[in-house]
T-cell receptor, first 116, second 109 residues
Framework: DAGVIQSPRHEVTEMGQEVTLRCKPISGHNSLFWYRQTMMRGLELLIYFNNNVPIDDSGMPEDRFSAKMPNASFSTLKIQPSEPRDSAVYFC??????????????FGEGSRLTVL | SQQGEEDPQALSIQEGENATMNCSYKTSINNLQWYRQNSGRGLVHLILIRSNEREKHSGRLRVTLDTSKKSSSLLITASRAADTASYFCATPNDYKLSFGAGTTVTVRA
């Protein structure tokens, strides 16, 4: 089993540029989460999809952030335009049924974003 | 928010010693989970304890849960250098997990 696959692993970009992060969840999982990790704020949930439908995007910082899940095997998180304060590690995680039921989220290795 | 809070923030121990870290949370839960994160890597699920369980073991890991005190502890016995990592407790709120700030454990050879 390949696990959750994220790309790119590292991205360095300049302020104002568009950034697209990609995620392939584990096959068969119906829940997908995007988290952001920083030293100051820890792990923050940005958005949650269930069966490819966004259920909760209350954690998305602002309109510059958008996320899509066009099918069960692919999701993107886009930042446009990017700002230095967006620098963080972005994690995608998937599960079957959501954390409240069986628990266990499977995380990807993360995408480390640096905005100069 | 049901975010857990870990204590201590950091822990340094000698190889072979035990490491204990604690987690407190705010509201009722149906399970509590512990995750490990090695430097530069994603989080890995270690163990889940349900609200009707008081103690659970997995290899060298022992987790306790006290729902009356809204607290949990993670014990790593006979630590190894490979146990050097950050450890997070996580509590579910419906479909999503909220994570604490984590305990950074350093195991010295």
């Amino acid at each position: 089993d390949a696990g959750v696959i994220q790309s790119p692993r590292h991205e360095v970009t300049e302020m104002g540029q568009e950034v697209t992060l990609r995620c392939k969840p584990i096959s068969g999982h119906n829940s997908l989460f995007w988290y952001r990790q920083t030293m100051m704020r820890g792990l923050e949930l940005l958005i949650y999809f269930n069966n490819n439908v966004p259920i909760d995007d209350s954690g998305m910082p602002e309109d510059r952030f958008s996320a899509k899940m066009p099918n069960a095997s692919f999701s993107t998180l886009k930042i446009q335009p990017s700002e230095p304060r967006d620098s963080a590690v972005y994690f995608c995680a998937s599960s079957f049924g959501g954390a409240g039921l069986n628990g266990e989220l499977f995380f990807g290795e993360g995408s480390r974003l640096t905005v100069l | 928010s049901q975010q857990g809070e870990e204590d201590p923030q950091a822990l340094s121990i000698q190889e072979g010693e035990n490491a204990t870290m604690n987690c407190s949370y705010k509201t009722s839960i149906n399970n509590l989970q512990w995750y490990r994160q090695n430097s530069g890597r994603g989080l890995v699920h270690l163990i889940l304890i349900r609200s009707n369980e008081r103690e659970k073991h997995s290899g060298r890991l022992r987790v306790t849960l006290d729902t009356s005190k809204k607290s949990s502890s993670l014990l790593i016995t006979a630590s190894r250098a490979a146990d050097t990592a950050s450890y997070f407790c996580a509590t579910p709120n419906d479909y999503k997990l909220s994570f604490g700030a984590g305990t950074t454990v350093t195991v010295r050879a």
